[in-house]
């Protein structure tokens, strides 16, 4: 059987390539840029593509996110949490002192702006990771690149400060995703969706939320994002513990989809992590108690 084809953020050496190799069985491309990315598994291109979704210090990868809910029809089936370690690159003989400009990812930049402050050094934006050790590396400049140690590694360059990251609990969720195939269920996994309004109106996120309070379904993230069609329009995505096959997310986003002007359904897919299972446990043993008392009760109730 052929290896399923995995494109991910490149080119080699990202974190996105770091987290491409605990995949197995899988073809990995690279890729340069994550629009191009999750335009390849649209067009099936590529059978799926990994990407980032949210870095524990810079929060949600815009790209990532409005692509999936704007631009592409893909569903999430994975998530891959990846410790994230920074470290300032340069070609050998190239000393921290000499550092003119230093290369990296948006996001990595925005993880290391106290170490780039305490130095005096200016960031420059590149679209990856490793194009930035790439830049390093075919530049005679005296340029250092924000990457990890296997991008320093492959582009023969050397880490001139290690760990320069503002906080060292610094980790980046990844997701997997593809175009048709719902994940299945595994009684450890989290729902994605995005709620479209027809009209913002007083109480409209209360009763969005209110839906899932009424299940004892536990949200784990709510975000809004403007829709793109002007000032103030705003949709809502929303993650929450249990999977679609669950009955009470299914009766949930049942009743979502008829009460709004549209659910985007963007997956149901294994956790990384420990507690969600066993909390739907408690939840489903608490209503098996509540529908067993309610019944009791009316068994007494006299015929008509």
């Not at 690279?30 to 210090?57: H, K, R």
């Not at 050998?92 to 550092?99: D, K, Q, R």
């Not at 590149?126 to 250092?144: H, I, K, L, N, P």
Request: glycine share 8%; with cysteine; charged share 20%.
């Amino acid at each position: 059987m052929a290896k399923a084809r995995v494109g991910y953020l490149g080119p080699e050496g990202s974190f996105t390539h770091e987290a491409v190799t605990t995949l197995s069985d899988v073809e990995a491309i690279p890729y340069p840029t994550i629009e191009d990315l999750l335009a390849a598994v649209a067009d099936q291109s590529l059978d799926q593509g990994l990407v980032p979704l949210e870095n524990a210090i810079e929060g949600t990868v815009s790209a990532t996110l409005d692509g999936l809910v704007f631009n592409h029809e893909l569903v999430i089936v994975q998530e891959i949490v990846l410790p994230i370690h920074l470290h300032l690159l340069t070609r050998p003989g190239v000393e921290l002192a000499e550092v003119t400009s230093v290369r990296s990812y948006v996001h990595a930049l925005a993880q290391v702006r106290g170490f780039l402050h305490q130095h005096g050094l200016i960031g420059v934006e590149t679209t990856s990771t490793s194009r930035a050790a790439q830049d390093v590396a075919e530049s005679s400049e005296a340029w250092a690149a924000v990457g990890s140690t296997l991008a320093g590694e492959i582009f023969g360059l050397i880490v001139a400060a290690s760990d320069i990251e503002d906080h060292p609990e610094n980790s980046t969720r990844f997701v997997l995703v593809g175009r048709d195939d719902v994940a299945a269920a595994t009684g450890h996994d989290r729902t994605t969706i995005v709620c479209f309004q027809d009209a913002d109106r007083p109480g409209s996120l209360y009763a969005i939320l209110g839906r899932f309070a009424a299940r004892d379904v536990n949200l784990t993230k709510l975000e809004s994002r403007p829709t793109k069609r002007g000032l103030g329009d705003y949709c809502f995505v929303i993650e929450f513990e249990g999977h679609v096959a669950d009955e009470v997310v299914a009766d949930c986003l049942a009743d979502l989809q008829a009460h709004l002007a549209r659910v985007k359904f963007l997956g149901s897919y294994p956790v990384t992590g420990e507690g969600s299972s066993s909390r739907r446990d408690e939840i489903s043993d608490a209503r098996r108690s509540a529908t067993a008392w309610i019944q009791a009760i009316r068994d007494r109730v006299l015929p008509a």
